[in-house]
Structure formats: structure tokens, C-alpha cells
């Protein structure tokens, strides 16, 4: 996310602010190092910092050895005589990998009764923006945690949703149902 927000404040930037002075805030070279497609696999976002000068940018990298590989890049390909451009490491904090999650799913949601008399708020159906299927929320939920490498995962779950979850999460659809879903549904329920 963090990532993300620094590529959204460098896009507000370039909208906003850049063209209010564009001689002393075009900053080529800084545009050229943000979009550089050498270093995208390895970052998750960057932004120019202080006056947008040329050289200055920060750059949240993936891991540590994302970090090296980026800073070789930068030194390599930009730190000729023309950019001068060099980098500075910086780690914050230590790294502790989370290897388990627990999500509570057990609330009553009155704000949305009375459907919730008949679902939990965590089983509504929404669209997953990244593959566009409707999905159980926490279904959408428990996807990203996965793809963080999070692998044991506790729900807390009402007595009275407890089948529910169950059935969207052991029970296994009839192979008559699964032959009537399109490839790609089919694909996805294994």
C-alpha cells in the first residue's frame, strides 16, 4: 500500500504542482529513473522527494535483496557523469515474517439487517477487482493473505454461520455442477 501511495503522490505531483513551475520542476532524469523498467520488478512504488530536483527520489524496494539489485541499476545505468546518481540504504525496523492470521468474522451486522438474518456480512457476495468474480468477502479476504505467504489462517466463526463456512470451505461441488461452469470457473474451483 505504502508503495502504491508513493506513486499516486508523485502522479498528484506531476498534476498539480509540476505545472505550475514546469522549467525548474521537469526534472528528467527523476521521471526517467520512476519509470525505469529495470527497476519495477523490484519496487514497489517510488516519488521524488524535496523540490523534485534531478537525483533525489525515494524507492520502496520488495526485500533486501531487491534493495542491492536496485541500487546496482541506479549506479550502473544512472550514476555517469551526466545523472551523478547514487544511493543511499536505508532499512527500517527488522523483519519478523507473519505466519499466522486470525481473522474475526463473527458479528451480527445490523446495519445491513435483514440480510444478515440469513448471511454473515463476511459470506456477501462482491467482485474481486483482480479477477472480476464474485466471491464470499472473506473468500477475497483469505486470497490476499495467501498470496502474502501466510499460510495458517484462524477464522472465528458464529455457531450459528459455522455450516456456512463449512460448506464454502471443505465441501467439494458435485462434478455434475462443476461440468456446467465455464473453463475458467472450472479452473478456479479445484
Known amino acids: 500500500i505504502v508503495g502504491k501511495l508513493m506513486n499516486k503522490a508523485q502522479e498528484e505531483f506531476l498534476k498539480f504542482a509540476q505545472p505550475a513551475s514546469p ?17 519495477q520488478a523490484h519496487i514497489y512504488g517510488g516519488k ?9 527520489a525515494q ?12 541500487c546496482d541499476i541506479i549506479e550502473k545505468e544512472f550514476g555517469s557523469k551526466s545523472e ?18 486470525v481473522i474475526p468474522t463473527a458479528s451480527y451486522g445490523g446495519s445491513l439487517f435483514p440480510s444478515t ?17 464474485l466471491k464470499p468477502a472473506i473468500l477475497i479476504l483469505i486470497e490476499e493473505v ?7 489462517i484462524y477464522l472465528i466463526v458464529s455457531k450459528h ?10 465441501e467439494k461441488l ?14 478456479y474451483s479445484e
Open 23 to 39: 522549467k525548474q520542476l521537469s526534472s528528467p532524469w527523476l521521471y526517467k529513473l520512476l519509470s525505469y523498467d529495470k527497476l
Open 48 to 56: 521524488g522527494v524535496g523540490s523534485q530536483g534531478d537525483g533525489s
Open 59 to 70: 524507492l520502496l524496494c520488495k526485500t533486501q535483496d531487491d534493495q542491492d539489485i536496485v
Open 84 to 101: 551523478g546518481m547514487q544511493c543511499i540504504k536505508l532499512t527500517l525496523g527488522g523483519f519478523q515474517k507473519v505466519e499466522k492470521c
Open 117 to 133: 438474518k440469513t448471511i454473515s456480512t463476511a459470506l456477501f457476495p462482491i467482485i474481486d477487482e483482480s479477477d472480476n468474480l
Open 146 to 152: 495467501l498470496k502474502c505467504g501466510i499460510d495458517e
Open 161 to 170: 454461520d459455522l455450516e456456512s463456512f463449512k460448506s464454502l470451505f471443505y
Open 174 to 187: 458435485p462434478l455434475e455442477q462443476i461440468e456446467k461452469l465455464s473453463p475458467e470457473l472450472q479452473r
